[in-house]
Antibody, heavy 120, light 106 residues
Framework: QVHLQESGPGLVKPSQTLSLTCTVS??????????WSWIRQPAGKGLEWIGR???????KYNPSLNSRVTISVDTSNNQFSLRLNSVTAADTAVYYC????????????WGQGALVTVSS | DIQMTQSPSSVSASVGDRVTITCRAT??????LAWYQQKPGKAPKLLIS???RLQSGVPSRFSGSGSGTDFTLTISSLQPEDFATYYC?????????FGPGTKVDL
């Protein structure tokens, strides 16, 4: 059974960088059958797709965040990461990591979510 | 970006009711559409991919249909554990986008 777990600081100051890591267990992140994705959800609101990375390092980002976001993969630790620069209060949200199966183009496994608050 | 709309935004229903949720895309997305169920404080759960493909372990009372721009999620007989918010998501064009959600409550 695949399991994803987000980790990282729960509080980030405005203008600083939000960094989260997703640890994958129960399967190899090096499989060529999956993309590894980040999605966020502000409190009481809907879901926003942030972007994804493939094992090759190829990435796709949401243009609304494109200049501030980096998603990378660490095969040695079976992890992938999110970095979001120059954060503001508008970036306060629950951040989810998820697996997207290439064959179905849908997010079939999700982490439990990590609340990140941007505040001084 | 492709905008996704859902209707209704909320629906009040009873156990045993048939519930239908509609999702519409602003551009043709073939069948690149998924449906998710989210309960409070939990991550979304994938119910249906490719517009109509039921995921393993998802009860058969859930079904999806549609192609192009108009899609439907149907719960044939609502069960107590189905009270949740449902989201559609298109995977045809970057950035992937979600609908605003439909809350199904008692």
């Amino acid at each position: 059974q695949v399991h994803l777990q987000e980790s990282g600081p729960g509080l980030v100051k405005p203008s600083q960088t939000l960094s989260l890591t997703c640890t994958v267990s129960g399967g190899s992140i090096s499989s060529g059958s999956f993309f590894w994705s980040w999605i966020r959800q502000p409190a009481g609101k809907g879901l926003e797709w942030i972007g994804r990375v493939f094992i090759s390092g190829d990435t796709k980002y949401n243009p609304s965040l494109n200049s501030r976001v980096t998603i990378s993969v660490d095969t040695s630790n079976n992890q992938f990461s999110l970095r979001l620069n120059s954060v503001t209060a508008a970036d306060t949200a629950v951040y989810y990591c998820a697996r997207e199966a290439v064959a179905v183009a849908a997010l079939d496994y999700w982490g439990q979510g990590a609340l990140v608050t941007v505040s001084s | 970006d492709i905008q996704m709309t859902q209707s209704p935004s909320s629906v009040s229903a009873s156990v045993g009711d048939r519930v239908t949720i509609t999702c519409r895309a602003t551009q043709h997305i073939s069948t690149w559409l998924a449906w998710y169920q989210q309960k409070p404080g939990k991550a979304p759960k994938l119910l249906i991919s490719d517009a109509s493909r039921l995921q393993s372990g998802v009860p058969s009372r859930f079904s999806g249909s549609g192609s192009g721009t108009d899609f439907t999620l149907t719960i044939s007989s609502l069960q107590p554990e189905d009270f949740a918010t449902y989201y559609c998501q298109q995977a045809n064009t970057f950035p992937f986008t979600f609908g605003p959600g439909t809350k199904v409550d008692l």
